[in-house]
């Protein structure tokens, strides 16, 4: 009994069996981290930010975060800048009351 193969037949190739992907502990992977929305559009909108994180690698997440960073630090800022509803005046001082006495010429 012999292993070769009879004149003019091509051997067959051995079905290829697909290699599995190594495990690279680098590569991306999504974290799933709840992100709970807050009611404010702009607020939300960069949290959702943070989940383009999940599709880089991780030298790519710095500029992410910065970014997310950088809004929500502007939409705090911006509450400063919107007029709201006067302070209230310190314990025991009475806020000054609009003065009706017209001087009579």
Do not use: F, I
Not at 52 to 79: I, K, M, N, P
């Amino acid at each position: 009994m012999t292993d070769s193969v009879p004149e003019g037949r091509v051997a067959e190739p051995a079905e290829a069996v697909p290699a599995e992907p190594e495990y690279d502990p680098a590569a991306p992977a999504p974290l799933h981290v709840p992100r709970t929305p807050t009611g404010d559009a702009e607020v939300d909108e960069r949290l959702e930010r943070l989940a383009d994180a999940d599709h880089l690698a991780t030298d790519g997440h710095l500029e992410v975060y910065e970014d997310v960073h950088r809004g929500l630090r502007d939409a705090l800022t911006a509450l400063d800048t919107r007029p709201g509803p006067p302070a209230p005046a310190p314990h025991g001082e009475r806020a000054p009351t609009p003065s009706y006495h017209q001087s009579r010429s």
